[in-house]
């Protein structure tokens, strides 16, 4: 079952459904936006993407941020995808994340694009 993320319902009261590029899309959003740390069982997970929003805004920073990205989508989630490239791009207050990833089980080819910064 590929529960939608944020978890809500759907029409008929039941656990909202996705489908897999819905549902893989949902979890790499909630590596980027969880922090190390925040999950008692699981202290490594998440690469705290909303931390930067504190930071200051440069090139070497989002350039640091693309490899803990990297690293922690192949860390939790390589049973499911093969990341092929990640981006990142700061920009005034804004902060870009572009993510190409194939999924494992159909060999389909997504990319995926965040926006995170007041530039929205």
Known sequence: MNVKFPYSFDSTGHTAQTDLPGHINDMIEEILLTAPGERVN????GCGVMQLIFAGNSDS???AQQQV?????VQWLSDLIQVNAVYVAAE?????????YTIIQTQQQQSSQFVY???Q
């Open 42 to 45: 699981r202290p490594t997970f």
């Open 61 to 63: 920073l989002a350039a």
């Open 69 to 73: 990205i990297q690293s922690s989508l």
């Open 92 to 100: 005034d207050a804004t902060l870009q994340i572009d993510i190409t």
């Open 117 to 119: 910064g007041s530039g």
